[in-house]
């Protein structure tokens, strides 16, 4: 996965922690001292949140995310008085209430032709690209974009769902399971819905308009009514524990079609004890009305058994891993989703990790494979001191987790663009195969991207922001490039200004975030806490928004913006959207949403 899951996935990597609770202060400490402090570290290779960061978490947070969420591999290996020791030791009392000032006072008008952006992608090639009239921005009026309102996240550290327009509405998951319906123009709550575990999916918006889809950090797709918030139907995917949604479940023909992919190679499998690894990526298709399961298919298809034993005589398992962690591009020609793979996590290497795959939409069958790095395998054990759980001959997590785009070049041609962690973009033919067009570096590459999340495309230029993070040196990585779909060649790269945070635990010129494109525009956002505005033609920066403050909000939560990262902005009816605040350690934490519109109007 994009590694960049430590991601803050696991804003719940919060299990390990810090604050409070007399009776439970002394036991909590040694829990964590013992257990958790080798990952919640200055320095851990893990990038694991800071204590200072999990102080700001609520307890029951933190004891869910133990028994049940993202950190219960981990809290398997606790007693229940271990895990509530350490709860107690970090969190704080509760979440921030949210004022009931904060909901709306009026009822909601129906605006069903109202501009949107649906979903991940916009449309079904996932280009990332709004249409001027549905933008309602332009090159003149973006240097008058201003704060028109912003959002609190109660009882959370990241800011990391990625946010859907549509009806007049905006609809954005968070950390902690909550899904959000906002009234765009004002911020205010039209409803909440709580998931069972953190949502970092883009909301899928029906074809009728009346049922809103998402999935969750514990392999749940829920279908909710967008009207009132209320379930209609929750279908759990996978009983894997570690496995996940992150991908945004693609609606198509009155089907949902679901990426599922796992963190386990990652705190899991850097703790000695974990048997690592057993988690298959899959894709799996649902029938929208009422969430059942029509088809499912593994990227891997041998299941993983017992291979052999560590050092300290810990269970070795595989095949595991080659997770799809985006969401899947269709191509109605052919009748076929596109998704890119992860590394496999565990030995034996297998034929469809780091590959991009092309799967049949009735029948599930992959159609066709073309693999771009064989024999990756690699988990974060390789990361430890003592190695216990890196495979013998390991790889260097070289994932693809950008949505491929699907274009025209005119004619019977077409052709399927996407980025890779190892800075390469590629152009490859859907019709022939997966045959590779053509291949170029747009920058170093490395376990922090290169090309993490996502990228954008009009009719000439494939936009990609770089990654490139490297914790040492704040200044280093980060641009933005612009790519001809047609030939390969850079048509510009615009580098990042140096970060006014220089000095700020967490600050970084990286890029990995995905991007958005209106005509004449690109924007991106930074680690550095920076959302800005790109000339789409030349690459100059045309507007410049430091969210790196504490913000006022609607619904009066305490909010502090931060590193941006992983879902990007989004654009529609003349306003701007952005989550602002990642909790990965050691980039710069928030929990907050912005709205931006021309002259704050």
């Known amino acids: 996965m994009p590694t960049s899951l430590l991601k803050a996935t696991i804003s719940p990597w919060i299990a390990c922690f810090v604050i409070a609770g007399a009776a439970w202060a002394q036991d909590g400490e040694k829990v964590f001292n013992t257990v958790c402090s080798a990952c919640h570290r200055e320095g851990s290779p893990t990038q694991a949140p800071l204590p200072d960061v999990l102080r700001r978490m609520p307890r029951t947070s933190i004891l869910t995310a133990l028994e049940s969420g993202k950190m219960r591999a981990i809290g398997a290996t606790l007693s229940a008085a271990d895990r509530l020791a350490v709860s107690n030791y970090l969190g704080t009392e509760g979440a921030e209430a949210i004022q009931q000032s904060a909901f709306c006072s009026t009822p909601a008008q129906a605006m069903p032709n109202a501009p949107s952006w649906n979903a991940w992608g916009v449309d079904a090639t996932n280009t990332r690209f709004q249409s001027a009239q549905a933008a309602g921005l332009s090159t003149e009026n973006i240097p008058r974009l201003k704060l028109k309102w912003a959002f609190g996240f109660p009882g959370v550290t990241t800011a990391f769902g990625s946010p859907t327009v549509y009806g007049g509405r905006v609809f954005v998951g968070s950390a902690d399971g909550t899904v959000y319906s906002l009234d765009a123009k004002s911020g205010c709550i039209r409803w909440t819905y709580k998931a069972d575990e953190g949502v970092r999916t883009a909301i899928t918006i029906s074809n009728d308009g009346q049922t809103a889809f998402f999935g969750d950090l514990h392999a749940n797709v829920h279908a909710v009514n967008i009207a009132s918030g209320q379930a209609v139907w929750k279908s ?258 615009t580098p990042p200004p140096k970060p006014a945070c220089l000095g700020t635990k967490g600050c970084s010129a990286g890029q990995p975030g995905a991007v958005a494109a209106i005509p004449g525009a690109v924007f991106a956002t930074s680690l550095d806490g920076h959302l800005r505005a790109y000339d789409s033609s030349s690459g100059k920066i045309i507007w410049d928004f430091d969210t790196l403050r504490d913000f006022d909000t609607v619904d009066g939560v305490k909010a502090h913006g931060g590193s941006m990262n992983g879902t990007g902005p989004v654009v529609a009816g003349g306003m701007l959207f952005s989550n602002s605040g990642y909790s990965r350690n050691p980039v710069m934490p928030g929990n907050v949403f912005l709205a931006f519109s021309v002259d704050g109007n």
């Open 236 to 493: 759990h995917l996978d009983d894997h524990q570690l496995a996940v949604i992150t991908g945004t479940p693609k609606l198509e023909g009155g089907r949902l079609y679901v990426p599922i992919s796992g963190g386990e190679e990652e705190v899991a499998a850097g703790n000695p004890t974990y048997k690592c690894c057993s988690l298959r990526g899959s894709m799996v298709a649902l029938d929208a009305k009422d969430g059942k399961q029509l088809w499912k298919t593994y990227t891997i298809e041998e299941r993983p058994k017992m291979i052999g034993k560590t050092a300290i005589g810990t269970e070795v398992w595989g095949p595991s891993g080659a997770s799809p962690w985006s969401t899947p591009t269709v191509d109605l020609k052919r009748g076929l989703l596109y998704t890119g793979t992860g590394v496999n996590y565990a030995d034996p290497p297998t034929k469809y990790s780091d590959s991009m795959l092309a799967f049949d939409m009735k029948s599930g069958r992959i159609v066709w494979a073309r693999q771009f790095l064989p024999n990756d395998v690699y988990n974060f054990g390789c990361l430890t001191e003592k190695k216990e759980n890196c495979p013998a001959k390991h790889g260097v997590n070289m994932d693809i987790g950008v949505s491929p785009i699907l274009k025209s070049l005119g004619g019977d041609k077409r052709i399927l663009v996407f980025g890779q962690k190892n800075g390469m973009v590629y152009g490859i033919d859907p019709d022939k195969d997966g045959k590779v067009i053509w291949q170029t570096r747009v920058s170093e590459g490395g376990l922090q991207g290169g090309l993490i999340w996502g990228s954008a495309a009009d009719d000439k230029f494939a936009y990609y922001s770089i990654s490139d993070w490297n914790p040492a040196k704040p200044e280093s990585g980060g641009g933005v490039v612009a790519i001809d779909i047609a030939t390969g060649k850079v048509a510009w790269k």
